[in-house]
């Protein structure tokens, strides 16, 4: 071998490399202690099983994350978007009540939702207010705002076709992860097959530099903070719909924090420039399997944060490339270079 390419180092590998495995261990795991974890049956042409369970769960924080996503790809970060998802539930909640149909009722949800994200996106993107601050002002507000809406009370949903939404099946499999499964393959063809994808990580990565090449910055985050409310309401839907309720105190709780641990352990960088839709939607898929087993195993809820903590350590060290060469350091054996 050549002593050049023997020195060469290797192509690191990929996040989602990491994340796929660390996902394929979990569900492992409860396989070996569980062989029916993963078994799926069919009742009255609907499929039952808890992969279906885990990712019907899953599609409200995938819908968050991937609004979080684009943010964190600026370089920015949205701690609103659990109090977007209480204001966009009381919002159905009212719609309904005074006798809109489903349609307006959805569409009035998601516009409360871009609303919110274009303050948000003003505030960063205009006054130059730092994400976690600006955001920080709706993430407290906002709980105060849908506690108005609600009048401090927990609103009762009683409409089929709402109910629909996240417990309704179409061709026999769940319907909400179906629609965000074609959200998030609506976003990678928008992202990736054209160049918005490319100004989102240019104003990201350097956003200085992408305005001297033409590139308009602050619209650009400006949108994705739209973007990103618009995903927290539709998620606020499917929430009020689950639990057939607008509850302003419960709903969307520490949403925020599991669409960031996604976004993070999929791959996207903090610090803005690279982003990875695959990476989000396995990441809440890896964060909703995690939970799903805690449940299983009978963990307290106030105990069930520190696992989840200590598996999102354990998949960001082992996508860290600094840490993973540290390592290889310490087993490499030195090699004898013939003359």
């Given amino acids: 071998m050549n002593p050049a390419e023997s020195s060469r180092p290797r192509r690191p590998l990929s996040p989602l490399v990491w994340l796929c495995l660390g996902l394929t261990a979990l569900v492992l795991w409860n396989v070996v202690s569980n062989p029916a974890f993963l078994a799926v049956t069919l009742r009255d042409g609907h499929v039952y099983g808890v992969p279906i369970d885990i990712f019907t769960q899953a599609s409200r924080t995938m819908l968050v994350a991937l609004g979080m996503t684009l943010v964190i790809a600026t370089g920015g970060v949205d701690l609103s978007v659990g109090s977007v ?3 966009a539930g009381a919002v159905c909640a009212l719609t309904l009540g005074h006798g809109a149909g489903l349609p307006l009722t959805i569409a009035a949800a998601i516009a409360v939702g871009a609303a919110a994200g274009a303050v948000n996106g003003l505030l960063v993107a205009r006054l130059a207010i730092q994400p976690i601050v600006a955001t920080l002002i709706l993430m407290v507000a906002g709980r105060g705002i849908a506690q108005l809406l609600s009048g401090g009370q927990v609103l009762i949903i009683a409409d089929k076709s709402f109910e629909f939404l996240a417990n309704g099946f179409v061709l026999g499999l769940p319907f909400a992860p179906l629609l965000v499964a074609a959200l998030f393959l609506a976003a990678h063809l928008a992202l990736r097959r054209s160049a918005l994808g490319l100004f989102i990580e240019a104003a990201g990565d350097n956003e200085t530099a992408s305005r001297f090449a033409g590139l308009a910055a602050a619209r650009i985050k400006w949108l ?17 719909s689950n639990i057939r309720a607008a509850d302003a105190n419960r709903a969307g709780e520490n949403a925020e924090l599991d669409a960031i ?5 999929g791959g996207t960088a903090l610090t803005g420039g ?13 964060i909703q399997t995690l939970a799903t087993t805690m449940y299983y195993r009978g963990v307290p809820p106030a105990v069930a944060p520190v696992p989840k903590a200590l598996l999102i350590v354990a998949v960001s060290l082992l996508q860290s490339e600094k840490l993973r060469n540290r390592i290889s350091a310490l087993w490499r054996k030195p090699r004898k270079v013939a003359a």
């Fill in 224 to 240: 994705v903070y739209v973007f990103s409310g618009a995903c927290a309401g539709l998620a606020g839907v499917l929430t009020a």
């Fill in 274 to 286: 690279r982003f990875s839709i695959l990476g989000t939607f396995l990441g809440a898929l890896l």
């Fill in 261 to 265: 641990f996604a976004v993070v352990v």
């Fill in 85 to 87: 998802v209480a204001i």
